[in-house]
C-alpha cells in the first residue's frame, strides 16, 4: 500500500505560535572555570564580547558510548565529551538549561541524531550558535528543538519574554518552516500524508543546472500522491522532496530510527519498497574487545550487544539485505561506505544513509549524503527524503600531483584554505571536476568525496566518466551499456556560489594537527615549526583509509622500511585495518598481511573500529600521540590522545620513523 493512501489522523496540531522558556541560558565559554560556575548555578547575561566554544562537534554532544542508549537516558549524559571536562552526567539537566549558546559551526562532525536528542531531552529548547552545520539543523528541526543564529533574542529570552515562534523559521524554505511550526518531522508528515499541508510547487524556470540539480531534478516528486517523478529545474533553496535509490543504517542507528519509526507509524507499519532498503553491522564490531573494566562494570557491554540484536530482529521482521558479521565473526562485512561503493550505489542516484560519511558515493556520480534517525525512519515509510536544493561550490583540479601526494592531501588542502575554516562550505555541494581528476583513481576520488562533509558540506559529488564505467564493470560485472547510465555533467553556465582552481602539482604533503581537520599544514611545516613530533600510534584503515588503493600505498611504503632494515619504531603500534572483505582479499592475494605484519604492523579484520574510538588503534590517555589515515580528529573522537590526520602513505612511513613524516624525507 502507498504510504499517502494510509489512514493517518486528521486535524494534527501545530505548536503554539509564542514560545516560552522553562529554563536558564547557559553560555558554553571558552573560559572552562566561568563555564563550571554556571552549571553550579551562576546565571550570565548576554555580552557581545563573551568568547564562546567554537566547532562543538556532535561527537563532544554524544560520545560514542553514549550512543549505546536511544532513549530518554542520552539527556543524562548531554555534552559528557566536550572538551575540558567540566560536564559530567547530569550536567546540563541540573543546570535547567532551557538555551544553550555557542560560537561557530555547532554541531559539526557526525550526523548523529543523538546529538540534539540528548539536548532536547536534558531539557534544552533552544540552540543559538553563529553558526550551525547542516545536518545537525535539520535533525534539530526534525525532532522539534529550535535553533537560530541571532543571538538577539538572548537578551529578551533572559528578561522572560515570550518569543514568536516565527522568529525560528526566518530564513527557512516552506518544508523546513512547516516541520518546526508542527513540531517534527513526522508531525508535520502526518499532517502531509492527510493532505493537511502540501509542499510547494517547484516553478523554477529551465536553467543551467549544477551536477547535483540535475539529479534532485530529475528525481523531485513532482507529484506525491501519483508517484510521478521529474522536474524541468530546481535552484538553490527550493524546497521538496525526493525519492531514493538507497537508504542505509548502521548498527549504532538501527535501533533508534526503528524505534522512532514505530513509534511514527505503528508497530505494523510497513517499509516502502525493502529492496533498496540496507542494514551494515561494521561501527561497533570490536567495541566489547576494547571495553575497559570501568565500561564493563557500567554494563556497556550489553548496550552494545542490545544495538546488535535490535538490528538483527529489524532485518528478519522486515526482510531487508544485511551486510552483517562474518560467518566466523571475526570481522563485518563491510564498512556502510565501501558498500555502497562496492555494490549499491550508481551514478545519478539518490544515496541517504545515517552516517555523515555517505557523502563518500558522490565519488559514483551520485548525490549521496546523511541524514539522522528521524530522517531516515521517514524515509523508510515513504522512500523520499526531504530536500532543500543546495549551492555547490566547484573545485577545477588541474595538474598532475607531486610524488607523494595523495587525495587525502588534496583534501586536506582544501579544508585548510580560508574559505572553509570561515564556514563558507557548510551546507553547500563540493562539485569536483577538471583534468587533474584524470590522475585519481576510484579510490582516491572516494577520498575526496569522504572529506567534503568535513568541510561542513553536505556532500561532495563528482562526474561519472570513462573511469567511473571502468570501476562498475570490473567490480560490479555490469555491462559497458549499464555501467554508462545515469552520466549526468553540469550544464554550461551553472551557477556555483564560488570556483576554485586546484593546481595538484602544487599541493604538499598534509597533515591535520589535533582538534579539527581543517587545521591542515604541510608536514615539511610541521615539522619546521615544532620539530620532531613523536608519535604513539599509527592508524590505517576506516572508510578514508582502508580501500585497496591505500592498501597499496601502506605495503609501498612498508615495503621499502624493510628493504632498508626498517620495522615499526620500537614503542609505535601500527595498526592496519581492511574496509571491507573485498579488499581484504584484494590484500591478500598481494600478500599485503605477510608484509604488513613482518613490518611489525597489527592487521585487524574490516569494520569501522579507531575512526569512532571503537576499536583497536585507539588511544587511553591524553598524552597519546597518533597520527592517523581517518577523516575526524575532533576531540574525544578517537580516545582521549591527540589525534594528527594524515594520508595512508606518511602513517606508513610515522610508524616507521617513531615521528611525523613522508617518506621522502624518511628514504631520502
Known amino acids: 500500500m502507498s504510504p499517502t493512501s494510509t489512514s493517518v489522523s486528521p486535524a494534527v496540531q501545530k505548536r503554539d505560535p509564542l514560545v516560552r522558556f522553562s529554563g536558564r541560558v547557559l553560555y558554553l565559554t571558552n573560559d572552562l572555570e566561568l563555564l563550571e560556575r554556571q552549571l553550579k548555578g551562576e546565571v550570565l547575561r548576554h555580552d557581545p564580547d563573551r568568547a564562546l566554544i567554537d566547532n562543538i562537534s556532535t561527537d563532544e554532544l554524544t560520545p560514542g558510548w553514549v550512543c549505546f542508549w536511544y532513549d530518554e537516558t542520552l539527556g543524562d549524559y548531554c555534552l559528557v565529551g566536550l572538551r575540558g571536562g567540566k560536564v559530567g552526567k547530569d550536567s546540563i539537566k541540573n543546570a535547567r538549561a532551557a538555551v544553550m549558546v555557542s560560537g561557530l559551526s555547532k554541531g559539526c562532525g557526525s550526523s548523529r541524531e543523538t546529538a540534539p536528542y540528548a539536548e532536547k531531552v536534558a531539557g534544552v529548547q533552544l540552540v543559538v ?6 545536518i545537525y539543523g535539520q535533525n534539530c528541526r526534525n525532532i522539534g528543538l529550535l535553533t537560530t543564529t541571532d543571538f538577539s533574542v538572548l537578551a529578551r529570552i533572559e528578561k522572560g519574554e515570550a518569543v514568536p515562534l516565527a522568529e525560528f523559521t526566518e530564513g527557512l524554505n516552506d518544508i523546513e518552516k512547516g516541520i518546526v511550526e508542527y513540531g517534527g518531522l513526522f508531525t508535520y508528515n502526518k499532517a502531509r500524508l492527510a493532505g493537511e499541508v502540501t509542499p510547494p510547487a517547484i516553478t523554477t524556470a529551465p536553467r543551467p543546472m549544477t551536477l547535483v540539480e540535475k539529479i534532485v531534478a530529475s528525481r523531485a516528486i513532482a507529484d506525491a500522491r501519483s508517484g510521478t517523478l521529474g ?32 513509534a511514527g507509524y505503528g508497530k505494523d507499519a510497513k517499509l516502502r519498497d525493502p529492496s533498496s532498503v540496507f542494514a551494515m553491522r561494521d561501527h561497533l564490531t570490536f567495541r566489547n574487545k576494547i571495553m575497559s573494566d570501568a565500561d564493563r562494570a557500567k554494563g556497556l557491554h550489553v548496550l552494545v550487544d542490545n544495538l546488535g540484536t535490535e ?51 558522490g565519488a559514483l556520480g551520485a548525490f549521496a549524503f546523511g541524514v539522522g534517525s528521524t530522517d531516515m525512519a521517514n524515509a523508510w515509510y515513504t522512500a523520499d527524503i526531504q530536500v532543500k536544493v543546495p549551492a555547490s561550490v566547484k573545485y577545477l583540479l588541474t595538474g598532475k600531483p607531486a610524488k607523494g601526494v595523495t587525495a587525502k592531501d588534496v583534501m586536506l588542502y582544501v579544508m585548510s584554505q580560508q574559505y572553509a575554516k570561515d564556514g563558507h562550505c557548510i551546507g553547500k555541494v563540493l562539485e569536483l571536476s577538471g583534468p587533474g581528476l584524470a590522475h585519481l583513481n576510484m579510490d582516491e576520488r572516494a577520498t575526496l568525496t569522504n572529506l567534503a562533509v568535513e568541510c561542513g558540506a553536505t556532500t561532495g559529488i563528482i562526474e561519472a566518466d570513462l573511469v ?13 551499456e549499464r555501467a554508462s547510465r545515469g552520466h549526468l555533467k553540469a550544464d554550461p553556465g551553472a551557477h556555483y556560489d564560488a570556483t576554485f582552481t586546484i593546481d595538484l602539482a602544487a599541493v604538499p604533503q598534509m597533515v591535520a594537527t589535533p582538534g579539527d581537520p581543517r587545521n591542515g599544514v604541510a608536514v615539511e611545516a610541521l615539522r619546521k615549526a615544532q620539530g620532531a ?3 604513539d600510534i599509527a592508524y590505517g584503515g576506516s572508510c578514508t583509509g582502508g580501500k585497496m588503493a591505500d592498501m597499496d600505498m601502506y605495503a609501498e611504503v612498508l615495503a621499502h622500511g624493510l ?27 598481494k600478500g599485503y598481511p605477510e608484509l604488513f605484519a613482518k613490518a611489525g604492523a597489527h592487521v585487524i579484520e574490516p569494520s ?5 574510538n571503537a576499536g583497536p588503534g585507539v588511544s587511553r590517555t591524553k598524552e597519546t600521540v597518533t597520527v592517523s589515515a581517518i577523516n575526524r580528529n575532533f576531540p574525544g573522537r578517537s580516545g582521549p590522545g591527540q589525534v594528527y590526520l594524515a594520508s595512508p602513505r606518511v602513517v606508513a612511513a610515522s610508524a616507521l620513523s617513531g615521528t611525523i613524516v613522508t617518506p621522502e624525507e624518511l628514504f631520502g
Not at 550558535?129 to 547542516?134: D, N, Q, R, V, Y
Not at 538553490?236 to 548498527?251: E, I, N
Open 468 to 480: 567511473t564505467t571502468q570501476y562498475l564493470m570490473k567490480f560490479r560485472g555490469w555491462s559497458e
Open 231 to 262: 522536474v524541468p529545474a530546481v535552484e538553490p533553496g527550493d524546497a521538496l522532496f525526493c525519492r531514493t535509490d538507497v537508504r542505509f543504517s548502521h548498527d549504532y542507528t538501527t535501533a533508534m530510527c526503528d524505534s522512532l519509526f514505530t
Open 533 to 535: 613530533v613523536k608519535i
Open 311 to 361: 538490528q538483527e530482529r529489524f532485518v528478519k521482521k522486515h526482510g531487508i539485505r544485511y551486510f552483517g558479521l562474518t560467518d566466523d565473526g571475526t570481522g563485518s562485512q563491510a564498512i556502510c561506505h565501501n558498500a555502497v561503493m562496492e555494490e549499491l550505489g550508481g551514478p545519478g542516484d539518490i544515496i541517504v544513509g545515517t552516517d555523515s560519511h555517505t557523502c563518500t558515493a
Open 129 to 134: 550558535a553563529k553558526t550551525i552545520e547542516k
Open 563 to 589: 628493504e632498508r632494515g626498517m620495522r615499526v619504531k620500537d614503542g609505535v603500534q601500527l595498526f592496519i585495518q581492511f574496509g571491507s572483505q573485498r579488499i581484504k582479499r584484494y590484500a591478500v592475494d
Open 608 to 612: 569501522c573500529g579507531a575512526c569512532i
